[in-house]
């Protein structure tokens, strides 16, 4: 049902870390890792994983990219009814994308989006929540967002335009 793309480059200490949250999602069918060029033991532990996860796929772009353009191709191998992005460096809480495909379906909607923590180098888990338990406020004023968003389709193409 879901398809999980993460890019990645040179970040293998912190794929290794965050990797077994995502594959501890429900729904999931693939987890597709794209290598932007690494040069550190990323492909290795990869490969090395997949002999046990047989829903993860490996693919290695031949010179770099950037996170974009590995996100695209991620999402072109995908063959799952919803795609998640996901990062090298984020963690997903138990229960996050069963609790995001609910609200999909749930609302009949098209996107979600949750809260994530970004875990930074040498940061554990705990720290990470601590750290961000410490901002104050809504990180995002859904009114105005919700309030001034509006899709226009020009000739077949889709754009989007925020009022002030």
């Keep these: ?5 993460i890019p990645t480059k040179n970040r293998c200490e912190t794929l290794m870390k965050v990797l077994p949250s995502y594959l501890n999602q429900k729904n999931v069918i693939e987890v597709i890792i794209v290598d ?20 993860i796929h490996y693919f290695k772009n031949a010179i770099n990219k950037g996170s974009p353009a590995s996100r695209n191709i991620g ?10 992005f996901g990062e090298d460096d984020l963690e997903l809480a138990e229960g996050y994308l069963d609790t995001l495909l609910n609200h999909l379906i749930r609302n009949r909607v098209d996107i979600a989006a949750g809260r994530r923590i970004w875990m930074q180098a040498g940061e554990t888990k705990v720290n990470a929540e601590h750290r961000t338990a410490l901002l104050k406020g809504n ?3 859904y009114k105005y967002i919700l309030s001034n968003f509006e899709i226009k389709l020009i000739q077949g193409t889709s754009s989007s335009k925020m009022d002030k």
Excluded at 40 to 55: A, C, H
Excluded at 76 to 81: P, Q
């Design 139 to 141: 990180p995002i004023d």
């Design 36 to 55: 932007d060029g690494s040069s550190d033991d990323t492909e290795k532990y990869v490969k090395k994983i997949i002999q046990s996860e047989n829903i």
């Design 1 to 5: 049902m879901i398809s999980i793309v």
């Design 75 to 84: 999402y072109k191998l995908a063959i799952g009814d919803y795609i998640y």
